[in-house]
């Protein structure tokens, strides 16, 4: 299986395979009607006090990556979500932050790459 990250506001690609958004909020200005997303998996995205604590500040990212694979660790939704991916040939985890380094969609690729 082949992951990728892609920001929700890049154009859409047939290349994309399944396509999961992995924000807990919805990306502004993005239609969901037009949003091309198979899923939206909010559960697994960092807790909102996490979020709010990283606020993608590169100097916080690895106490970052340990706190949200810590709630990954023990999140059902996370579980389920790996075996659905695992269906596919390509998943794309989309993210809206503006932020193409420091991000939960990186992190999460990260995780299921140590797979």
């Known amino acids: 299986m082949t992951i990728k990250i892609k920001r929700i506001y890049e154009p859409f690609s047939a290349t994309d395979g399944y396509r999961v958004l992995v ?6 200005g993005v239609k969901k009607d037009t949003a091309h997303i198979d899923d939206w998996k909010k559960e697994i995205a960092p807790s909102t006090n996490l979020r709010k604590w990283f606020d993608h500040d590169p100097k916080k990212w690895k106490e970052f990556l340990t706190k949200y694979n810590d709630e990954l660790k023990s999140a059902e939704s996370f579980r389920e979500f790996k075996a659905t991916i695992k269906k596919h040939k390509v998943v794309t985890l989309l993210y809206g932050a503006k932020d193409e380094k420091f991000n ?8 299921l790459e140590k797979l």
Not at 23 to 28: A, G, I, Q, T
Request: charged share 30%; aromatic share 14%.
């Open 23 to 28: 924000d807990r909020l919805w990306p502004r």
């Open 104 to 111: 939960q969609a990186v992190a999460l690729k990260h995780f």
